[in-house]
Nanobody
């Protein structure tokens, strides 16, 4: 199983980023997927999840209305569109398999700073 995140970077408050996660080594289209983040000095926080066909999505209250999870099963890719970013969104963002993830990628850093 391999999950490779990309798209992180530094952005000002109110800005946007789009994270991507390429999946391989398993049947992506049969797997529910999640995004998890870990801020400096804090434990992991589940951010969002999506079912196999994209028909069901869930979000943590802290990101609801600002972040959108999606997937392209033909490309084995998971996405996270991040809008109206806040300082507290600064974290390492991980792509993970499952609603209760059993494996994660290496992460991509998102830094929101003025």
């Amino acid at each position: 199983v391999q999950l490779v995140e990309s798209g992180g970077g530094m952005v000002q408050p109110g800005g946007s980023l789009r994270l991507s996660c390429g999946a391989s080594g398993f049947t992506f289209s049969n797997s529910d997927m999640s995004w998890i983040r870990q801020a400096p000095g804090k434990g992991p926080e589940w951010v969002s999840g999506i079912n196999t066909d994209g028909g069901r999505t869930l979000y943590a209250d802290s990101v609801k209305g600002r972040l959108t999870i999606s997937r392209d099963n033909a490309k084995n890719t998971l996405y996270l569109q991040m809008n109206v970013l806040k300082l507290e969104d600064t974290a390492l963002y991980y792509c993970a398999r499952g609603w209760n993830p059993d494996c994660w990628g290496q992460g991509t850093q998102v830094t929101v700073s003025s």
